[in-house]
Every structure is written in C-alpha cells, then in structure tokens.
C-alpha cells in the first residue's frame, strides 16, 4: 500500500501522438508476427489487417487521453501510483472493447461474454508488455533529463570556483583547480591520484594525503560524490553509466578508464539523480 500511495515519480509524456503511433505499431508487429486471437486463420491480407488494428489502438489511446487522462492529470494532485494503475488498466479495457466490437467484423465471429473475456486476457498480458516497456523508456528519458538539468545547472554555478587539494607531506605541493576540471579521486595507498583536465586533456597528479580527507575538504560541494571506498567522482563530468542494483561502471569526460560504484553507493547516486 504504500507503494501505491506513492506519487508517480514519472512526468507524463507530452508526446501523446508520437506515443499513440508507437503502441499501434507495437500492436500491428504482435498481431502481425505472432498472429494470436486465431488470427493465423485469417485467409486475407494479414499485413493490412493487423494494421487496422493498430489503427484502432492508436485511436483508443487519442481519445482516452483526451477525455480521460488530460482532465485526471489536471484535477488531481498529486498524481500517485494506483492513478497511474488505474488510468492504465482503464486504457488497456478500453482499447479492449474498441478492439473486440472489430474482431467480429473481420472474422465474422459472434461476440459472447466467453470470447470478450478471453479477449480482455490476452489484452491485459500484451498491455502489461507495452506498460513496462513504456515505464522502462520513461524512466531512461526521465533520470537523463534530470541529469542533464542538474549537470548543466553545477557546472554554470561552479565555473569560477577552483578547489585546493592539500598535500600533507612536508615537501608536498597542493593542487589547485578548476572545479569542473576534476573527473575522478582514486586512493592509492599513502596517496591518491587526481585525474582532472588540462587544456582540454586528461591529466593526473599525485597527492599525499587520505580520500577521506579530501572528501571531508569537498562535501560542501554537491556534485562531488563518494561512490566507492576507494573513488571520489564528479558527477557534472559523468559522460556514461552503466550496470544494474548490483553496481556501475562510469566513465567521465574523455578518460578512458571505468569508475566502479559499489552496490552499497547506489541507491545514494539513484538519490542523488533522482
């Protein structure tokens, strides 16, 4: 229950058309391909056919979301998850009946409770396919957005501000520079290496001191994250990620090498995106 009473964390796709044509392709492709309902029986053009289906679904999904769930969306606040259930559930019946009172028309099959019922079955597993799918593509488009929001907005704060590594060797020498410089911080046993940019290329230098002391230097700085014991990353130079709950391999700016996050840092930088 209290997943459901959470609020959605996915912003609704503004792209209703451009959405409506995917689901109906996605439709015409199962129908088309794997040919279930007995449309295998089918003794005219199957092509054509299934795409007539996939008309149909393109339609439901127009008018539902002009008469249903544009007017949902702006009567209630905030929008949680069993809303989402629901309106999806609502589509997935409507596109069913839509669907349903075609399929006698074209096979020439006489509607019964029986056969609307199986109809709704099969219905809901491929709803639930193209759900997921959607929910999966929403969330990429999603965190990349914010992402991206969140990067550009450090980077166009930081872009005056340098930042002092000290060394703590007697003959050491800090290290300064510009924020947005920094890629990475790796320890290294009495030392850790910075990797950072120079003139448009990746350079590295050594400091003698401990990654938690640096860490506790930066922790004034948001985009400056911890996510391994031995690595410090900036976030706003993170070009790629990639991996599961289990970890991630990063990769900042032009430098070749992979940053690990541990599985235990994880749900920080889902936090830290999300």
């Known amino acids: 229950m209290n997943i459901l009473n959470r609020k959605y964390p996915f912003k609704q796709s ?16 199962i129908l088309y391909l794997l040919q279930p309902f007995g449309f295998s029986a089918y003794g005219g053009n199957k092509f054509l056919m299934a795409g007539v289906f996939g008309l149909i679904t393109s339609f439901c999904y127009v008018l539902y979301y002009w008469i249903v769930l544009r007017p949902l969306l702006r009567r209630v ?30 096979f020439r099959y006489p509607i019964t409770l029986g056969f609307f019922l ?25 965190l990349r957005e914010r992402m991206e929001a969140l990067l550009t907005n450090t980077t166009e704060e930081q872009r005056d501000i340098s930042i002092t590594i000290r060394d703590t060797s007697v003959r050491g020498d800090d290290l300064t520079i510009p924020i947005n410089s920094l ?19 990746t350079s590295y230098a050594e400091v003698h001191t401990t990654l938690t002391a640096v860490v506790e230097e930066l922790k004034k700085y948001e985009n400056i994250f911890q996510c391994h014991r031995s690595f410090v990353v900036n976030v706003n130079n993170i070009t790629s990620a990639k991996g599961n709950s289990n970890g991630y391999q990063l990769t900042l700016g032009p430098c070749t090498n992979s940053i690990p996050v541990s599985r235990s840092y994880v749900p920080q930088l889902k936090e830290f995106i999300e």
């Open 14 to 29: 503004d792209n209703f058309l451009k959405d409506s044509v995917v689901y109906g392709i996605i439709i015409w492709a």
């Open 77 to 106: 606040k905030p929008w949680r998850v069993w809303h989402q259930a629901c309106a999806v559930l609502g589509l997935i019946v409507f596109i069913a009946i839509c669907n349903v009172l075609l399929f006698p028309i074209v």
């Open 118 to 142: 199986m109809f709704l079955y099969w219905t809901l597993i491929i709803g639930a396919f193209i759900t997921a799918l959607s929910i999966g593509i929403e969330y990429n488009r999603s």
């Open 183 to 201: 890629l990475y911080i790796e320890a290294q046993k009495n030392n850790i290496a910075v990797c950072y940019l120079k003139e448009g290329k």
